[in-house]
């Protein structure tokens, strides 16, 4: 999977990584049990620090996104990933910024629904 980091982007780099290897697993692009590269290899690779991948992995850890094992290091679970109320509370909060944004820049309802089951769609593929 290649990661691309804007660097100009005023999304951390630590966030904008997390949000690629989701979309890399939602898409199918990272399979269940496939292994993330090392922190260091993935810092190096991109050209980031290793304590930003890091911040980044323990991210998707924490969401249940991967899994990280001393030996093995983070290893991609399994679809539907369990859900936890912390994971939940934060994607019902970015949800809420999106839909204040898409409200403010006058975004119809519909549109914006629309829009949504378009992407939703993709992943379902």
Known sequence: MLIKIDFQSEVPIYLQLKNQIIHGIASGELQP???LPSVRQMAEDIGINLH???KGYNLLKDEGFVTIDRRKGAIVNSIPIRQNDKAADSLKEELKNIIAQAYCFGISKDD?????KKMYCEYEK
Not at 112 to 116: D, L, P
């Open 112 to 116: 914006f629904i629309n829009e949504c």
């Open 52 to 54: 930003t991948v890091n």
């Open 33 to 35: 049990e496939e292994s």
